[in-house]
């Protein structure tokens, strides 16, 4: 038998839509996930961050790890619309990626639509209320 409860990091191994979004989390693939989230090619994974304006370049590593596998970077940035500031889009724009930030509603519909029609999109969603 196991030997107690086994905590790993968040990750669904996949891209799925997201089915709703609220309450501090998010709703994909049948299951749901506290807290901000970053879709990737790689899959869905949990990201530690819950305000835009905390965003520091270690948050954004794993997105500059994987910028080869996605043409187009959505920002959901919580309740309004933060702009990118721009040494952080630079790094985006050297990699030959988009970025267009907005608020997460906004994100998680672009999002949608974008995976809908097989683009090679990432997200990274700020958790909201």
Do not use: K
Request: proline content about 5%.
């Amino acid at each position: 038998m196991a030997g107690g409860i086994e905590i790993r990091a968040a990750h669904f191994p996949g891209r799925a839509p997201i089915d709703a979004y609220g309450n501090g989390g998010f709703r994909f693939a049948d299951m749901s996930h506290r807290g901000s989230i970053l879709c990737l090619p790689s899959g869905i994974h949990g990201w530690d961050v819950s305000s835009f304006g905390d965003v520091g370049e270690a948050d954004l590593a794993r997105l500059l790890e994987e910028t080869a596998e996605f043409d187009i970077l959505l920002v959901g940035t919580g309740d309004t619309l933060i702009p990118m500031p721009p040494q952080m889009r630079r790094s985006f724009r050297e990699a030959g990626v988009a970025v267009e930030t907005m608020a997460t509603g906004a994100a998680v519909r672009t999002y949608n639509v974008l995976l809908a029609e097989d683009r090679t999109v990432a997200a990274a969603l700020i958790a909201v209320d």
